[in-house]
């Protein structure tokens, strides 16, 4: 074959060699194979130029060797070289070559390796993963394999990794078995690296895997059974749970596996993901989930990746909880397929780049279509090699026109029709085989040879279609000459080929004829049934031919064929994959029906075959949950055919399962009230709790008085087939009931099952139905003597006769509820820890969190510690939440519930617990009511214990989440917990009435069960003391209640019992001021609660006694100025204080000194204290050192030791100050005495006396000199001691006396704002009453009467303002908030407020002409505002005629604009305004003037004073004034006595450029200015300051003339001269009231001018305009008043105004302006009139005062608004929310602050919440407070009571 190769492709040898030269002496054979090496001769390489024969002989020898190595699968090594040299291509005779390298994917390599590196190679290993994407032939595999051969290189992974990989094949019904293989080879790993020591490692698995390994051993590693021979039985589980016990158990033996290898990387190669199934998928997602390290590599295509498929669902997963990285790989550019063509060709890319070129775009750039479209370009001679020239020949338009395929498949299935026909049946029949096929079925289905296969086999393998797979492939030959090889090659022939690609095998498998292909699979289908082992994983492959050819089955072979497919389905469900197990049942069932002419006919003659196949089908389908109808036809089936009870009964369990999973418990019990029905049971669905105790009364006596044990005992099993599981069953029915919490028939159906036992015998269901009757009758009855018998008697059973896993689980759970009233603790843990072991069997893990939460709960109920409750908590809850990342996550909310609350009692930042996850509120929300009840209960509790009002928010909630009976309630410490919490709720007589009748129930509830357990008899003694203290508040037999329950509860261990007990007893002490035993009722709970763990409660007591002590000690605090005093010795003293040694412990330390270096045996330190002399230490060798204090109770005088010693020694030595040392006077008393002075700054102050029994003499010099330092130092410490000692006493006093004063301010501060809302809130009926009464008609001494109340309220409103505002500037907490705004505006705006108080008294303003018209400044507005009114206030007070001027100027004095030199640097606009308020008054008397900023200080101050006020307004104006000039300028004052005052500021701002007006603005002044233009004015304003204020507002108007007058009567003469010289002029005559005029002058005046035509305008204080409108109403003249002071465009709309109506009623038609201000009023127009058609705006008002609902009420009504009324926030949310509902809502709500209930705060938050969560519009909603400091979140604006008429209409 190669030589006849070799004259095709070659003119001579020379090309040959060229091409042998080219490979760099090695040659490529198979590719994306392992390499294998061949030799090539030094003489073949030396003589490569030679053409001799002899050459080419040896050439072709050495072809012959390649052919020879073309059969095998062999590694050779080279004996010239110290390397082997690699090889392995699909060219044909290397003339091409198939690249090796990756290109164009340098980036995403690095990012791979990135990733890897990230991940594993860190400290903290994390799991993650790459996940290859692209199209079909983009290079994935070569990706990861390229990416892993460089991971498994790097340094610092070294060889601590495992790698295993899988494919998932594409045409296999059985895609689980790659996993299968995948974890067979961990297995193979650890069992090589653990060779030697093999066998502790088997014993290993088996004590860590425990009944795992029997799994293992039956549906994964079949190979565990060589090692563990006798393994058990594989547990019978339900097909749920059999899939869940795989899943784990593959999750434990991956964890094993990383054990073992001591953490060491996991890398998981997985390839054609996308053929995975759903069970391969969610292992998958299983093991990434898991705590070890493990890095997956994914390859995917991309183009086969469905929206809704499993695998990119499970992308998504990954990618969201762990760091799984997706890589998509896009087609290659030009460079990089001209780098592959280049490789291939062995040329530069510069030579082949335009064939490169239109290589890119015949093959959009996929990698694999690339190199087979260049080989076939060479295979169609497109491409040539010139040997000559030794360049590749081609013509690009010939390639561009050739014919192309769009796809590398259709590419593939071109050149398989260039195959010989012989060679290309060949693959046929392997390709419907597989991607993999055996030489031998090949050889049996073509009835050829071995040797005639291989031959035609070949003809492919040159091409590179397939490639062999060997039997062995790390054999290593070395050494060998041909002869061995060519003898190896006829002994090891490649067992099987695989296609290269799986689009070769696709292409293969489409160019059958679809009838062959039919045939081919049946003949497949039949050989393998034959020679193929159908109990193992091989009966698929079987099947999966079969049924592709099932339109060639014989009757005959019909149903043998349908065996088959029960036992795959059988084999498939034993994997675990579902998917197939029903694939296989639905195949099956088909070709069982089609041997029949009907259904029926099916059924009536296969029974049992068609029972199998829908019984596979209906489970598997319940447990992937497919469509529900599909199952609902399935069921039907069941009814139709299905006629014998326990196969019936096998379906209903499936359906009531497959209802469960999906949480529709009312259809379980639906359908299970049906079934029993059905075999012949009645119950009623409907049962009260009164006909379940019938029933159960006419059982017990149906047992005819023998004890239900006996009962029992008595018994034999059942022998009925169809009981037992008709028992089990009854009891998913009834699950089913109490979840939808319908107890009485919970209980009844338990019944049933006891009853149907003692009248069959016992079955594995007996014990669990037992126990659930006595839990069902705990729970509607509370314990008895009969529930714990039941109880007892079917936990007995349970240990004789076991049921199944899940029955027992229950069993245990249910018994283990009772247990307490029979069982200890530890006796009741054992029996939830068995349960725990039987649910963790079945893996129903929300069993196991019901059994791990109940044994806390009983845990809690004892009073075990907290912090072994927390460990225990946690341990449970992190083995649960092992086990629920495969399941139920919500089970662990009820374990965190009472995590969370005991660990907010521990105080874990002093133990150092550790916080779980916290549950969120969403995770609460989906939980069923009894985790919430759970949750919130123990939260209560934990909030009633710490004293925090939660509790009693709580409290009603859990009452409300209430569906469990009496018994289980009071086991949850329910009915001790709810009333207390509700005593401390009760504040009402209604509520305490109620409250009485609780506790006589809960009292009865605790006293009827304490004889069952000993908790409940200190529980009912506490409530039963709390129920007498609601009738006799102050009985003292309380006392000894309360001290009985402390005792007992103590002597049980419940320590927070007794804890409560204890503090109960102390909050009655101190109500009814007890002081004698208080301390020790609140001592006594504390070292409870300390015992029981509860450290934040502790740290709560302590501060309790250390408040209480503190307000003891107040009393005997320092005044003022010896806290000064003290502070500063302290600040001075404290620098020297150190941490040493106490005085009895450096004592005690000198004494020891002494003794050691003095040898003395006895002695004494003696000091001075008070002029006393003292015993601060003594020793002898007897008793040793005893250490005395310096205190005149506890102290030792020394004349108390006057007769141990030599006491005149020391009385010496203290008057002489000298030391003294002499021998004994008896040798056999003592040997030698001493006694030193201690000494400082020349005062001897103390002594040491020393006595030394074997001294013979006068103690040594060096030691009296030793003992004369050591005094002094001892002398040193005492007194340094004592200063400290002293200091700290001191510091002790001043603390507490600043926390005084504190507390003082504090209460200053509360009574301000007390008090000011206690003012406000009746000041706001007084004077929105007044208000609305003025509206009324009243008389004129009722009038006067209301605007005195009216001045009165307002003086005390403004007396209550100044105090506050006087507070706040005290302690610096004025707010100052900076805004833009207009200042002519404000400035009118502050004249319109104080001109209704000036009276006779002309108010002006005077503007400087340099302040354009509508500047605007940035300034604080409200404080500015609130400086011109207290400032003109003050004027109007003192001002009884003349005039106040308000005067603003931009100051121009350098001396005071050097003060804001950086302000004029930094902002051209900035300037300084002078303010002044001038005034004509009584002036100050130059006496009093150093009091007139001095707070609460007046100039008129005697008794009968004539000017009232609080002498605040100008210390806070003076205030604001510093703060808004930061401190650069303050109010200064210049006055006369007699004649007036001028105060006067500066006013630092930025003076904006001129803002244009709005439109409507704009039009109006245009409009008057054209009106009046050339018109006549006649001004008769004597006053100089009024008229030019009046010209200062007309000086715009282009008028014709002015005339000024002075009195009426030059008036007159004026205006008749002007009229007769101007006829046509328009005449406008403006008259000052000021002047005096009244109706007798006007009247006189008014005839004369009427005639005349002249427009009159009459200008008036604002105070007068009643009264001259009511005049000229009267009158026929047309008169238009202008009120003083002038407002800013104000005449000018008043005049164009007035001359609009007069063009109007002439019939001109000229738009006129409206007026602008209230300020003016035409006298003959008439008031417009209300539509009676228009709606009420609907306004809520929330206040719960009754006197400021009517006076808002009517106010509203005032201003035509309808109102409703709510008493608190809570009913103002509620009315809000129906008005929502009925879609129309409020236009306005006004909401009180300070309510009962709900707050307005809180109720404006749940409004904006509502109307956020429903999209609408935000509700105005104003805020109406009496505390000036309330602020209000959400709402719309603030309005400070008390209210005026003016604030409700702004």
Known sequence: MILKEIDKRYQSCLGLLHDLNRSEDFLDIYPDSEQTVIPISAQFQADSNATSDAILDDQLAQLQLIQSIQQHKVNLTCQSLDVPMQLGSKDRTSVLKAPHNIYGRDKELETIIDIFSASILLPKKLNSGVVVVGYSGSGKSSLITEALSKITKLPRLGNQYVLVQAKFPQYSNTPFECLTGLFQDLFRVILEREQEHETILLARMKKELGSDLVVLAEQLIPQLHTHFPNLPAMAKLSTMESLTRLREVICNWVLFVSRVLYRAAIIIFLDDLQWGDENSISMVKGLFNLDCPIFFFFAVRGNEIKDNSLVKSLILAMASQNPLRK?????????????????????????????????????????????????????????????????????????????????????????????????AHILQIGSCIGSVFPISLICELSQLPMSEVLERVSEALNRGFVQPKFTNSSVLYSNKDESSISKCSSNDDPKEFSFLHDRVHEGFYLSIPEDEKTALHYNIGMYLKDHSDLDSSQIFSVVHHLHLSCSLLTNSTKLEVVDLFIKAACVAKKFGSLEQTLSYSLQGKEILQSHFDSEEACWELEYDRSYELHYMICDTRAVIKQSTTELSNDFYVVERFIKKPLHRLRFYRINANYLSNLQNFKGVLELGLRVIEEYGYTTKENISLEEFREDLLRFQQS????????????????????????????????????????????????????????????????????????????????????????????????????????????????????????????????????????????????????????????????????????????????????????????????????????????????????????????????????YQFNYKFFHMVAYYIANDPEAILLEPIVGSLIHFSPGILTSYDYYFYSPLIRIRAATTKRHKIELKKYLDTCIQKLEAYSKFKAGFVFRALIIRAERRLLDKPGSFKVIGIYNKAVKLAAAHGAFHIAGIAAERAYQFHLTNEIVLGADGCLNQAHQMFHKWGAISKCKTITNTVAVRRKSELSASLPSEEQLSIHNLVLNHVTQILTN??????????????????????????????????????????????????????????????????????????????????????????????????????????????????????????????????????????????????????????????????????????????????????????????????????????????????????????????????????????????????????????????????????????????????????????????????????????????????????????????????????????????????????????????????????????????????????????????????????????????????????????????????????????????????????????????????????????????????????????????????????????????????????????????????????????????????????????????????????HVLNSCGGALQRKLNKEGKEIQAPSPSSSHTTKATTPEPTEDPTTALPQVLMVEDNKMNQRVQQRMLKLMKADSDVALNGAIGLEQFTKRIDTGIPYALILMDFHMPEMDGKEATLRIRALEKEKNLQPTHIIGLTADSGDKGEGMCAIISKPIKKASFHA
């Open 1140 to 1689: 040493e040694r106490s005085t009895g412990d450096s004592l005690q330390v000198f004494s020891r000194i002494i003794l050691q270096h003095s040898g003395a045996d006895k002695g004494f330190i003696f000091f001075t204290h008070e002029e006393k002399l003292y015993v601060i230490s003594k020793w002898n060798a007897r008793e040793g050192i005893e250490i005395f204090m310096l205190d005149k109770r506890k102290g030792l005088l020394a004349s108390e030791v006057a007769d141990q010693l030599s006491f005149q020694l020391v009385h010496d030595t203290m008057r002489t100050g000298e030391s003294v040392s002499q021998s004994g006077k008896d040798s056999t008393d003592m040997g030698s005495i001493c006694c030193v002075p201690m000494i400082l700054r020349s005062q001897t102050l103390g002594a040491i006396y020393l006595e030394n029994t074997l001294l013979n003499g006068a103690f040594p010099e060096q030691q009296m000199a030793m003992l004369e330092h050591l005094g002094c130092q001892i002398v040193s410490i005492i007194e340094r001691n004592q200063l400290n000692q002293h200091l700290k006493d001191t510091l002790k006093q001043v603390q507490k006396r600043a926390n005084m004063l504190e507390s003082l301010s504090k209460m200053k501060d509360d009574f301000v704002a007390s008090t000011s809302h206690e003012l406000r809130t009746p000041l706001n009926a007084v004077l929105g009453f007044s208000e609305i009464l003025k509206e009324t008609k009243l008389s004129l001494e009722q009038q006067e009467y209301c605007d005195m109340i009216y001045s009165s309220a307002e003086g005390l409103l403004a007396v209550i303002n100044d105090i506050l505002d006087f507070q706040r500037c005290q302690k610096d907490t004025l707010e100052m908030n900076t805004s833009t705004f207009d200042f002519r505006k404000c400035l009118d705006h502050v004249l319109r407020l104080i001109v209704v108080q000036c009276g006779s008294v002309e108010l002006l303003l005077e503007i400087d002409p340099e302040i354009e018209e509508n500047s605007w400044i940035k300034c604080d507005r409200l404080r500015l505002q609130q400086i011109f009114l207290n400032l003109l206030s003050n004027a109007m007070k003192f001002t009884p005629k003349g005039s106040i001027t308000l005067r603003v100027q931009v100051e121009t004095n350098p001396q005071v604009l050097g003060l804001y030199s950086e302000e004029y640097e930094e902002n051209q606009n900035f300037k300084v305004l002078k303010i002044s308020v001038q005034d004509t008054g009584i002036g100050i008397d130059p006496k009093k003037r150093s009091a007139l900023f001095k707070p609460f200080s007046q100039i008129d101050t005697g008794s009968t004073r004539k000017y009232t006020g609080t002498g605040l307004g100008l210390t806070i104006s003076q205030n604001l004034v510093r703060r808004l000039s930061n401190n650069k300028s303050e109010i200064a004052f210049d006055s006369k006595l007699g004649e007036g005052t001028t105060f006067h500021f500066h006013l630092p701002v930025l003076v904006l450029p001129p803002v244009s007006p709005n439109v409507t603005e704009i039009e109006r002044r245009e409009n008057s200015l054209d009106l009046l233009a050339r018109t006549i004015f006649v001004i008769c304003i004597p006053s100089v300051e009024t008229r030019n204020f009046f010209l200062s507002e007309v000086r715009a108007v282009d008028t014709f003339m002015k005339r000024y007058c002075s009195t009426l009567e030059s008036t007159t003469a004026t205006v008749k001269e002007l009229r007769a010289e101007y006829p046509q002029k328009l005449i406008l005559c403006f008259i000052d009231t000021g002047t005096g005029s009244d109706e007798t002058i006007l009247n006189p005046f008014m005839e004369k001018v009427h005639p005349l035509n002249v427009d009159l305008f009459l200008i008036t204080h604002i105070n007068q305009r009643n009264h001259y409108h009511s005049w000229f109403t009267s009158t026929t003249y047309p008169v238009t008043i202008i009120t003083k002071p002038f407002y800013k465009d």
């Open 327 to 423: 890589i998509t790989l896009e087609a290659l550019d030009v460079a990089s397929v001209t780098s592959i063509v280049g490789e291939m060709t062995g040329s530069a890319n510069d030579k082949i780049q335009d064939l490169a070129t239109i290589v890119t775009h015949k093959t959009l750039g996929n990698p694999f279509f690339v190199t087979q479209f260049v080989g076939r370009l060479y295979d169609e001679g497109l491409l040539i090699f010139n040997v000559d020239t030794q360049e590749w020949e081609y013509d690009i338009q010939s390639i561009n026109d050739m014919g192309s395929t769009e796809n590398v498949v259709l590419l593939l299935v071109d050149q398989i029709h260039k195959l010989p026909h012989e060679t």
């Open 703 to 930: 047992v005819k008085g023998k004890n239900i044990a006996e009962a029992f005992a008595s018994l034999g099993k059942c022998s009925d087939e169809v009981l037992p599981p008709l028992l089990e069953f009854i009891v998913v029915t009834l699950i089913a009931a109490y979840f939808i919490q319908n107890v009485p028939l919970f209980c009844s159906l338990m019944l049933l099952c006891v009853s149907i036992t003692l009248e069959n015998g016992i079955a594995g269901a007996s014990g669990v139905t037992l126990t659930g009757l006595a839990f069902g009758m705990l729970a509607c009855f509370g314990p008895s003597k009969e529930c714990i018998e039941y109880a007892k008697a079917g936990l007995k059973i349970a240990e004789q006769v076991e049921g199944s896993y899940f029955n027992m689980s229950l069993c245990m759970n249910w018994g283990g509820v009772v247990a307490p009233f029979f069982a200890t603790i530890s006796e009741t843990t054992e029996i939830f820890e068995r349960g725990m072991y039987f649910s963790n069997q079945c893996y129903d893990h929300e069993t196991t969190g019901y059994l791990m939460f109940n044994t806390v709960m009983i845990q809690c109920y004892y009073g075990m510690e907290i912090p072994y409750l927390l460990e225990n908590i946690k341990v449970y809850k992190e083995a649960l939440d092992v086990k629920l990342k495969k399941g139920r996550s919500d089970v662990t909310v009820i374990l965190s519930g009472v995590y969370d609350s005991l660990y907010f009692l521990l105080d874990a930042q002093t133990c150092g617990a550790n916080r779980l996850q916290v549950v969120t509120p969403q995770m609460l929300e989906a939980s069923p009511g009894f």
